[in-house]
């Protein structure tokens, strides 16, 4: 139920506009109270009444039309929002939106807001593949906006494809799910608590042009940030190489080498009350960085490494009240490793990955692990969203900490 939830639906021009009314109608019936705002455009294809009717409130389509003078409408509307809902959403509205354009009441809204982000797109199928319009949706995601993907079928414009706006049903169990799994975060956990979460992979140099990484995507890592956060945290992100941006609101902190990120995490370290090394770090790294580029000669080369700085395993050396996490990516003998893991760096937690099982590894958007402590198996947690083990893992630790103490 969607009840205490405020929801600024915006409704721009296409022909799915008319499930706008349908959409609004059930998000009402569920509990939410619904603001409305349309584009010049949608009103072409659905009235203002309409979903006034449906909604119980004022409709906005004009960011001049200030009909409260000791309030600015479009600064309530973002601030009030506990999610905006861009359905349907064009490409026009999708592009202006990656872009940071903010020419009428919706979008002035939108670059606002605090408020998470959902978009439901609805558009010809040819529209919905062109690049430009694949690239922005890309952005959006890269920001943390959610989307809806549209299903297939046969489009108002003639054509059978990608592109026909989710049903209103579906997007309503989209934003039930996400209200959902956000009640479960258990929002006071790490209430007043400063959290450090390391993540992605480092970079460590070769020469100008060259270096050795690894296929650490940095997902485990954001996830874990933003469910520190959802749970009321003081959080510190100290990503390496990553496949997107860290989510939105985070304070993050990007570095490239094994030894950068040891030394931002000790910058840290001291008020810290829990840190969890997600990050893939080097073992080694080359033992010089050429200061130009190496240029090639024999038919051989060989490159010295020298093992880098094992940061976890110094901060569970100097470890005084801080719960620590690691992590141990495996593809053979999981627990045997990461039980030694545990003891050889001292943590509190360890989090084992077996990274060749199926719907686990560094890509993926889920994870199989085991988390264990120094008596053994903690938690087997099958394949689930690397979001939901983000929780459950924090909660096991938030227990540990704030219970037993460290
Ligand atoms: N780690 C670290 N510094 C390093 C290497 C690893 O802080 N130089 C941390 C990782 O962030 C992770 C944990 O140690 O939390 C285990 O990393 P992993 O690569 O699985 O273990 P290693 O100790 O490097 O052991 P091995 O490569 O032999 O498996």
Redesign the pocket.
């Known amino acids: 139920m969607l009840s205490g939830k405020t929801i600024v639906l915006g409704v721009t021009g296409g022909i799915a506009a008319y499930k706008a009314a349908t959409l609004c109608s059930k998000l009402v019936q569920k509990g939410a109270n619904v603001h409305v705002i349309m584009t010049s455009s949608a009103k072409q294809f659905i009235t203002e009444l309409t979903l006034q009717s449906l909604s119980k409130n004022a409709v906005f389509s004009d960011t001049f039309d200030e009909r409260d003078p000791s309030v600015v409408s479009h600064i309530r509307m973002a601030d009030a929002a506990d999610l905006v809902l861009i359905a349907p959403a064009t490409a026009n509205v999708i592009a202006k939106m990656a872009h940071g354009l903010a020419d009428d009441m919706l979008t002035t809204t939108l670059l606002a807001t605090m408020a998470p982000v959902m978009v439901a797109p609805a558009m010809n199928v040819h529209m919905y593949g062109h690049p430009a319009v694949m690239e922005n949706m890309k952005t959006l995601e890269q920001r943390g906006v959610m989307m809806i993907e549209p299903g297939e079928g046969l489009l108002a414009c003639g054509y059978v494809g990608k592109g026909r706006m989710e049903e209103p049903e579906s997007i309503v169990a989209v934003v039930e799910r996400y209200f959902d799994e956000e009640k479960k975060a258990e929002p006071g956990l790490l209430h007043g608590k400063k959290v450090v979460v390391?993540s992605g992979g480092?970079i460590e140099r070769i020469d100008p042009v060259r270096y050795i990484t690894n296929d650490s995507s940095g997902k485990m890592g954001f996830a874990i940030a933003k469910a520190a956060r959802e749970m009321g945290a003081s959080v510190h992100l100290i990503h390496g190489h990553t496949d997107t941006a860290p989510p939105a609101g985070i304070d993050a902190e990007a570095v490239q080498s094994?030894d950068d990120?040891?030394q931002a995490v000790l910058k840290h370290w001291h008020d810290s009350d829990m840190v969890?090394?997600?990050?893939?770090?080097?073992?080694y790294r080359p033992a010089e960085t050429a200061s130009s580029k190496i240029k090639k000669m024999g038919d051989t080369m060989t490159l010295e490494l020298i093992?880098?700085?094992?940061?976890?395993?110094?901060?569970g050396k100097s470890k005084t009240n801080q719960f620590l996490?690691?992590?141990?990516?495996?593809t053979h003998n999981v627990e045997v490793?990461a039980k030694d893991?545990l003891v050889?760096?001292n943590?509190d937690l360890?989090?084992a990955n077996d990274v060749t099982a199926e719907g686990a590894g560094f890509r993926s958007d889920t994870n199989v692990v085991q988390v264990y402590d120094a008596d053994g198996l903690v938690e087997q947690m099958p394949v689930m969203s690397k979001d939901e083990i983000a929780r459950r893992l924090l909660t096991i630790a938030a227990a540990r900490m704030n219970g037993a103490g460290n």
């Open positions: 390391t480092t094994a990120m040891y969890i090394k997600a990050a893939a770090v080097a073992d093992k880098t700085v094992d940061i976890l395993e110094q901060l996490i690691g992590f141990a990516a495996e490793y893991k050889r760096k943590c360890i989090v």
